[in-house]
């Protein structure tokens, strides 16, 4: 009991830094630089369909780290936002090396995999997820903790 617990709770602290970076990210995107910016942003780096690409990153960054946040289609929105995260990670910070304070990849790998651990364990007990398992009679889908 204590070890499901605590592996819960473990994963709900990863989804709500994971996913208060992401809403972070996707208010910036929507609000501060605003869309046209991301656009131009995305042209210079010579990225396909700017205008487009634009937008969808944008709003899975906000909406797939409230979705992180809450538990809910955890999976999916795991999946969504590593996706977002390797595209950043192979367009615009791999040619800057490793190094975070140099525009490297550090920070977005972090992401990317921080993102695709609760994709492939779901989002444990507390989380929307659950409840909704629970009211269908099934059990939340939450890894049990491995015994040496």
């Known amino acids: ?10 994963l709900l ?8 970076i992401f809403i972070a990210h996707g208010a ?5 630089i605003g869309l046209p910016g991301v656009q131009q942003m995305f042209e210079g780096m010579g990225l396909p369909a700017p205008a487009i690409l634009a937008p969808v990153v944008a709003l899975v960054e906000l909406l797939g780290g ?11 929105a795991g999946i969504a936002l590593a996706v977002v995260s390797v595209g950043a990670l192979v ?21 990317a995999v ?23 009679g099934q059990t939340a889908r939450s890894p049990r903790a491995a015994t040496a």
């Open 114 to 136: 921080a993102s695709v651990v609760p994709a492939l364990t779901g989002a444990g007990a507390f989380s929307i997820d659950a409840v909704i398992a629970s009211r269908r």
């Open 66 to 76: 409230l979705l992180l946040v809450l538990g809910l289609g955890t999976r999916i």
């Open 13 to 20: 602290l990863l989804r709500l830094a994971v996913g208060g």
């Open 28 to 32: 910036q995107k929507l609000f501060v």
């Open 91 to 111: 367009t615009a910070h791999l040619p800057a090396g490793f190094f975070a304070q140099d525009g490297g990849i550090e920070f977005t790998l972090l992401l």
């Open 1 to 10: 009991m204590f070890q499901r617990t605590s592996t819960s709770a473990g």
